[in-house]
């Protein structure tokens, strides 16, 4: 018990319970919502690396990474041009990756 609750249950048990008040519930998750896929490659290693954006709490998150979330770049963007900003340096990206001897594949 806190405060005035804790002094006021030495004298009557049943007045401390007016005092209590409810646990403050935890806060929500960040927003960290799925947008799409621009591209996917494999390279030597045969680990599919993804190019995929996501709307967190302060933009457009563009986001380079492997199969089980191991970020290897990300970018963020904000304003009325972050979709095609966001487009811009995925295809840069890809550009990039091509020339460094990854293979585009499906998703």
Known sequence: ???IARHLSRYDPG???VFRFPETPPPPPPKN?????FFTVIGRSGRPL?????DVESGLE????YSDDDVVR????RGPL????AATIADQWRL???QKGFTEIDD
């Open 74 to 77: 990300s970018r963020l963007f």
């Open 62 to 65: 563009v986001r380079l990474f």
């Open 50 to 54: 993804t190019c995929a954006a996501f």
């Open 82 to 85: 972050r979709e095609d900003d």
């Open 15 to 17: 007045v401390a319970e």
């Open 33 to 37: 919502d799925y947008r799409a896929t």
């Open 1 to 3: 018990m806190r405060g």
């Open 96 to 98: 990039a990756l091509l």
